[in-house]
Nanobody, 124 residues
Framework: QVQLVESGGGLVQAGGSLRLSCAASGLTVRSYTMAWFRQGPGKEREFVAVITWGGGSTYYADSVKGRFTIAKDYAKGTVYLQMNSLKPEDTAVYYC?????????????????WGQGTQVTVSS
């Protein structure tokens, strides 16, 4: 049974940093493309960052490029999202997701497994 469990969310002032973690069980993170999505109040779920299976190529939404970094720790079976220079518009519930079919998909409909989400609130 696959489980993805996010942690690390919280309240932070604009300009601050947070690191989100996604602990995976029931799958090998090396063999899955792992991504972070977010859903703000009244908004649709949107792509944030993805790290692919195998070589671990990374891709980011334009809105977070240069501020966020996604990484995998194979030994711990965990995916991280380091978020720096946070802005109020980054406020959202952040979700970790996994799939093994589409190399670097940014489409949430192509992800098979999801965590429960962790709230990130950035105050101005």
């Amino acid at each position: 049974q696959v489980q993805l469990v996010e942690s690390g969310g919280g309240l932070v002032q604009a300009g601050g940093s947070l690191r989100l973690s996604c602990a995976a069980s029931g799958l090998t993170v090396r063999s899955y493309t792992m991504a972070w999505f977010r859903q703000g109040p009244g908004k649709e779920r949107e792509f944030v960052a993805v790290i692919t299976w195998g070589g671990g190529s990374t891709y980011y939404a334009d809105s977070v490029k240069g501020r966020f970094t996604i990484a995998k720790d194979y030994a711990k079976g965990t995916v991280y999202l380091q978020m720096n220079s946070l802005k109020p518009e980054d406020t959202a519930v952040y979700y970790c997701a996994a799939q093994s079919l589409y190399y670097a998909s940014q489409n949430p409909d192509q992800y098979d497994y999801w965590g429960q989400g962790t709230q990130v609130t950035v105050s101005s």
